[in-house]
């Protein structure tokens, strides 16, 4: 059976086919593959003049070129076009805004200086005179204005990048060099169609050879186009009386449908996203430490250049310093003594993946089912 020039398929195997060439971004001499270059051009690089490069597959998926879908988020996508990530690493302006509750503890308290091990505690200073406990706490009707140093809560993560792949099997990619010529008005004979209807390819041309459409959702008729549509039914669209869709690729890649560990795919099920805004439930468990100073206290009011630091009150009648801290407890205080941080900025959510045209049968052999 020969296969049209530009035609890709993927082999389960890495060795070299006689007329196919590997997908992995070689350049090669135009004089040696001219129909080829005749197809695909330098949409994939190269010269033009001597040579062009074939399209490169290593570590990418492919995708289907096209005007994608707005309403879904995906974006128009040019044949030769590669974009995603491997990995990504977030910033502080991909996180979701959040903030922490700072906890203390209702015992009085039993040091007089902040470390690791202590909280806010209720305080054990009396003033002078009048013996009465100093108080250390307010309620507030408006959200506190004032704002202590950045680094008055601790930074935690390491920003390291993560993986941003989606499950994949690795495989060889490979073109077709020496076959059928196709083109539009080309007509193989009924006894020479070899191709099973409802087949799926990717061509790195740019039209649609006879007996092939690209798949973009277009609408069919069924009685012209009887014997596929009792293949594919409605699974991508139409009323099932008069019209039935092709499958819509543009801009998506495809998967395998089926039940995987985490997830259940039905043929023609659509999902993904090309970008992602993480909300709080996505970040893993963390916390900050609170910060603070060891020296004496030097200042009655909080500012931005101010930290909690060791008191200064003398305790009455008693010789040592005044205590506001005690051993680190569970109470929460109120959520907005730490400011809040991050603007959900969305994070590409693309995996590697080069863009050309995936095309399906619709000229063709019946496909009969495998014997049992």
């Given at each position: 059976?020969?296969?049209?020039?530009?035609?890709?398929?993927?082999?389960?195997?890495?060795?070299?086919?006689?007329?196919?060439?590997?997908?992995?971004?070689?350049?090669?001499?135009?004089?040696?593959?001219?129909?080829?270059?005749?197809?695909?051009?330098?949409?994939?690089?190269?010269?033009?003049?001597?040579?062009?490069?074939?399209?490169?597959?290593?570590?990418?998926?492919?995708?289907?070129?096209?005007?994608?879908?707005?309403?879904?988020?995906?974006?128009?996508?040019?044949?030769?076009?590669?974009?995603?990530?491997?990995?990504?690493?977030?910033?502080?302006?991909?996180?979701?805004?959040?903030?922490?509750?700072?906890?203390?503890?209702?015992?009085?308290?039993?040091?007089?200086?902040?470390?690791?091990?202590?909280?806010?505690?209720?305080?054990?200073?009396?003033?002078?005179?009048?013996?009465?406990?100093?108080?250390?706490?307010?309620?507030?009707?408006?959200?506190?204005?004032?704002?202590?140093?950045?680094?008055?809560?601790?930074?935690?993560?390491?920003?390291?990048?993560?993986?941003?792949?989606?499950?994949?099997?690795?495989?060889?990619?490979?073109?077709?060099?020496?076959?059928?010529?196709?083109?539009?008005?080309?007509?193989?004979?009924?006894?020479?169609?070899?191709?099973?209807?409802?087949?799926?390819?990717y061509f790195a041309g740019n039209f649609e050879p006879y007996g092939w459409k690209f798949c973009m959702g277009q609408l069919m008729q069924i009685r012209r186009d009887a014997a596929l549509f009792r293949l594919i039914g409605t699974t991508y669209g139409g009323d099932g009386n008069v019209t039935f869709a092709l499958p819509n690729l543009q801009g998506q890649v495809a998967v395998g449908a089926g039940e995987a560990e985490f997830l259940k795919l039905e043929l023609g099920a659509k999902g993904g996203e090309e970008k992602v805004s993480l909300r709080t439930n996505h970040l893993p468990v963390h916390n900050h430490k609170f910060r603070s100073t060891d020296v004496d206290a030097e200042q009655f009011m909080p500012t931005d250049k101010t930290y909690v630091a060791s008191s200064n009150v003398p305790a009455g009648r008693d010789t040592n310093k005044g205590k506001t801290f005690a051993k680190a407890g569970k109470t929460p205080m109120a959520q907005d003594m730490i400011d809040y941080s991050g603007n959900g900025i969305p994070h590409d959510n693309m995996m590697p993946t080069l863009f050309l045209y995936a095309m399906i049968c619709v000229e063709g052999v019946f496909p009969p089912p495998n014997p049992s």
């Open positions: 059976m020969q296969e049209l020039i530009g035609t890709i398929k993927m082999m389960p195997y890495s060795k070299e086919l006689k007329y196919w060439l590997p997908c992995d971004g070689r350049k090669v001499l135009i004089s040696s593959y001219t129909e080829l270059f005749s197809i695909i051009g330098t949409k994939f690089g190269g010269d033009g003049q001597t040579h062009f490069t074939l399209p490169n597959f290593s570590e990418k998926a492919a995708g289907m070129a096209g005007d994608g879908n707005g309403a879904r988020g995906i974006s128009t996508r040019k044949v030769g076009e590669v974009d995603g990530v491997s990995e990504v690493s977030l910033g502080i302006y991909n996180l979701p805004e959040h903030n922490h509750f700072v906890n203390a503890t209702i015992d009085t308290a039993t040091d007089e200086a902040p470390s690791e091990q202590v909280t806010f505690a209720m305080p054990m200073i009396k003033d002078p005179v009048s013996q009465v406990d100093v108080l250390n706490f307010a309620y507030s009707l408006k959200p506190p204005t004032l704002k202590l140093p950045k680094d008055t809560v601790s930074s935690t993560g390491d920003s390291l990048p993560h993986n941003n792949m989606q499950p994949y099997t690795a495989m060889q990619f490979m073109i077709c060099f020496h076959g059928i010529y196709p083109s539009k008005d080309y007509v193989p004979r009924p006894d020479k169609r070899e191709e099973y209807l409802g087949s799926i390819k």
